[in-house]
């Protein structure tokens, strides 16, 4: 059973602030990574993947993946109110493009101004 | 303008009735998925397809049907078997290349109740 666990917060960060979203994943053989914003009521948006481990930054996102913890996590600098909403983990194994994509319960991160 | 689209927005059902959701992409995508997400909670596999006329089953297909006649269309029914099919219904697409990532992109959801 592939597992994508999440904090299911609230994670609340001042606005200005660092948020640290957390995800760790069961499956060894999963080999690209992705982070969904979904705000309430609405569906997912994907912010950013990534498959390498290390880091990767778009904008304000960086992504880490250690693939040796099982562990990916997104960071977001000089957090905004409009930051707020729910934050999905998605993991998929394998290479192959027909692989699935298991999701996390998502962390909701509410930014106050 | 390229996307994703469902419908209706909003369904509502009463017992014992069928009732289909409607995706449709014009994104030229080869893989095309549907989800079910309930409050709280991760978004959960129904079904999915990656190429026309074949379609396989997630991990929550008991008490819903899928039909890929179309690239563009994948329409999800919800018989009368889903024992709790309240929730929102999420449709994606994606490439189903080699390549790894293959992100997948979603429409904005059909949320049915059971009356």
């Known amino acids: 059973q592939k597992e994508v666990e999440q904090n299911s917060g609230p994670l609340s960060v001042p606005e200005g602030a660092i948020a640290s979203l957390n995800c760790t994943y069961s499956?060894?053989?999963?080999?690209?990574f992705f982070w969904y914003r979904q705000y309430s009521g609405k569906s997912p948006e994907l912010i950013m993947f990534i498959y390498s481990n290390g880091d990767k930054e778009d904008g304000r996102f960086t992504a880490q993946l250690n693939k040796a913890s099982q562990y990916v996590s997104l960071l977001i600098r000089d957090s905004q109110p409009s930051d707020s909403a729910t934050y999905l983990c998605?993991?998929?194994?394998?290479?192959?493009?027909?692989?699935?994509?298991?999701f996390g319960k998502g962390t909701m991160l509410l930014v106050s101004p | 303008d390229g996307g994703i689209t469902q419908s209706p927005k909003y369904l509502f059902r009463k017992e014992g009735q069928n009732v289909t959701l409607s995706c449709e992409q014009n994104?030229?995508?080869?893989?095309m998925y549907w989800y079910r997400q309930d409050p709280g909670q991760g978004l959960r596999l129904i079904y999915y397809?990656?190429?026309?006329?074949?379609?396989q089953k997630g991990d929550i297909a008991e008490g819903y049907s899928v039909s890929r006649e179309k690239k563009e269309s994948f329409p999800l029914t919800v018989t009368s078997a889903q024992k709790n099919p309240t929730a929102f219904y999420l449709c994606?697409?994606?490439?189903?290349?080699?390549?790894?990532?293959?992100?997948?992109?979603f429409g904005p959801g059909t949320r049915l109740t059971v009356l």
């Open positions: 994104l030229n995508h080869d893989a």
């Open positions: 998605a993991v998929k194994a394998g290479w192959s493009g027909y692989s699935t994509l298991t």
């Open positions: 397809s990656q190429i026309v006329n074949d379609f």
């Open positions: 499956d060894r053989g999963s080999q690209s």
């Open positions: 994606a697409s994606s490439l189903a290349s080699g390549a790894s990532t293959n992100e997948q992109f």
